[in-house]
């Protein structure tokens, strides 16, 4: 586990493709069950340990996931993600090369919690919601392009289905689409930044990801 941040209210890691933010039907141990054991440890904890999920990011995804120390700092991270004072933006490497290099992409989607995938919809479908994101090329390769991403809206695997109906997969994400995966079984999206006004303190924290390899060769 790689702690990017952390004081007595939060906590921030750089989660790796693969790890799970919170339990889930696999039984897998999730980074809040890790983050808990690193702070017991650490601090010479008796009893529980309070480590509170504020947001997820999906399994194959990586990068930054804030997590709360405290009971106070988890309301207040909450409420905020809700107004949509927790800004996030997000690196991907996508198939092909975009026709536009900067533009907003609006499509409605569906989620189907079964097949744990989400889809494009029309306008007024049962449980269709108004999805839209921003992204502005950064570099291009051969037969990749590393996009800049930032959501206006928080959908279920919303970068990726939008990203896949423009006809531009990410990288490995063979549920959407990408012809071939990663050899780590993840998808190259990264959860790069992270701006907020801290819950207590009220400091401005600004955070970055560290770059693999595979986005740093696009720089």
């Not at 480590?51 to 409420?79: E, M, Q, Y």
Request: hydrophobic share 35%.
């Amino acid at each position: 586990m790689e702690v990017i941040y952390e004081d007595n209210h939060i906590i921030v890691v750089n989660k790796a493709p693969g790890e799970i933010v919170q339990g889930d039907k696999t039984g897998d141990t999730p980074l809040s069950e890790i983050i808990k054991a690193y702070l017991k440890e650490k601090y010479n904890k008796p009893g529980n340990v309070f480590c509170g999920v504020v947001h997820r990011i999906d399994r194959p995804v990586g990068g930054l996931v804030i997590f709360a120390k405290t009971s106070k700092a988890l309301t207040r991270l909450n409420d905020m993600l809700r107004k949509g004072e927790i800004h996030k933006t997000y690196w991907a490497l996508v198939e092909g090369h975009p026709e536009k290099d900067v533009d907003t992409l609006r499509n409605f989607l569906v989620s189907d919690g079964r097949m744990n995938k989400t889809f494009i919809a029309n306008e007024g479908d049962n449980d269709a919601k108004e999805s839209v994101l921003k992204y502005k090329t950064i570099a291009k390769g051969d037969r990749y392009t590393l996009l800049e991403i930032n959501l206006l809206t928080g959908r279920k695997h919303q970068i990726r289905a939008q990203l896949s109906a423009l006809g531009h997969s990410i990288k490995g994400d063979l549920k959407y689409g990408a012809r071939r995966s990663n050899p780590d079984g993840g998808i190259s999206l990264l959860a790069r930044k992270i701006e907020f006004t801290h819950p207590v303190s009220k400091e401005q924290i600004s955070l970055e990801a560290p770059l693999s390899p595979e986005f740093q060769k696009f720089l």
